[in-house]
């Protein structure tokens, strides 16, 4: 290993990990966000010495780490807009949208006027949060907060109705309908 590599690792791990943990709570997964901060500094080792500020440098390289991280994670999540036909392993074609989009549509029916009209009008008529402010009397920023509120109410009404599975590509290929689903007959 590089002698200046070596010393910038022994200096900034601790550093590295306990800021990683602060922004990720599962232990094992800030320990292989640190690996990969190593690997991408490994990358760039011939840029060690121009640095006029190595300790930035090593926080922007982390920051964006655990932003990848996120972006992973996100992919697993539920999105209406999201909801596609995939593919098996098998190259068979699994068609879910029927089933989960008659389940949404009942759970957000579910939703108070306040969320679920916002989300409406962003996701079935594809307005603008300006417009959406317009059409309901609220500001931009209340538009896009609602929105945001109503798909995680969204999101959080639909695990606790169905369990999914996802490929690696995050889109659903299976589903199983929980006792307490509240979809009643929507969802199979």
Same mark, same amino acid.
């Given at each position: 290993?590089?002698?200046?590599?070596?010393?910038?690792?022994?200096?900034?791990?601790?550093?590295?990990?306990?800021?990683?943990?602060?922004?990720?709570?599962?232990?094992?997964?800030?320990?292989?966000?640190?690996?990969? +901060?190593?690997?991408?500094?490994?990358?760039?080792?011939?840029?060690? &010495?121009? %640095? @006029?500020? $190595?300790?930035?440098?090593?926080? #922007?390289?982390?920051?964006?780490?655990?932003?990848?991280?996120?972006?992973?994670?996100?992919?697993?999540?539920?999105?209406?807009?999201?909801?596609?036909?995939?593919?098996?392993?098998?190259?068979?074609? +699994?068609?879910?949208?029927?089933?989960?989009?008659?389940?949404?549509? &009942?759970? %957000? @029916?579910? $939703?108070?006027?306040?969320?679920? #009209?916002?989300?409406?009008?962003?996701?079935?008529?594809?307005?603008?949060?300006?417009?959406?402010?317009?059409?309901?009397?609220?500001?931009?920023?209340?538009?896009?907060?609602?929105?945001?509120?109503?798909?995680?109410?969204?999101?959080?009404?639909?695990?606790?109705?169905?369990?999914?599975?996802?490929?690696?590509?995050?889109?659903?290929?299976?589903?199983?309908?929980?006792?307490?689903?509240?979809?009643?007959?929507?969802?199979?």
């Amino acid at each position: 290993m590089d002698q200046r590599l070596e010393t910038v690792w022994v200096d900034f791990k601790s550093q590295l990990l306990s800021y990683i943990q602060t922004k990720v709570s599962d232990r094992y997964a800030a320990e292989d966000i640190l690996q990969e +901060v190593f690997i991408k500094v490994y990358g760039n080792i011939d840029h060690l &010495a121009s %640095l @006029s500020n $190595l300790k930035a440098w090593l926080y #922007k390289i982390t920051y964006n780490a655990i932003i990848d991280y996120y972006r992973g994670r996100n992919a697993e999540l539920v999105q209406i807009n999201d909801i596609k036909e995939t593919i098996t392993e098998e190259n068979e074609s +699994v068609n879910m949208n029927e089933e989960i989009t008659a389940c949404l549509k &009942a759970l %957000l @029916s579910g $939703l108070p006027d306040r969320y679920r #009209k916002p989300l409406e009008l962003y996701i079935l008529q594809n307005l603008k949060h300006k417009e959406i402010a317009e059409k309901l009397g609220i500001s931009i920023s209340g538009s896009k907060t609602r929105v945001q509120r109503a798909r995680n109410k969204l999101k959080e009404l639909l695990s606790a109705c169905c369990r999914l599975e996802f490929d690696r590509h995050g889109n659903i290929v299976e589903y199983h309908k929980k006792k307490n689903c509240k979809c009643s007959d929507t969802c199979q």
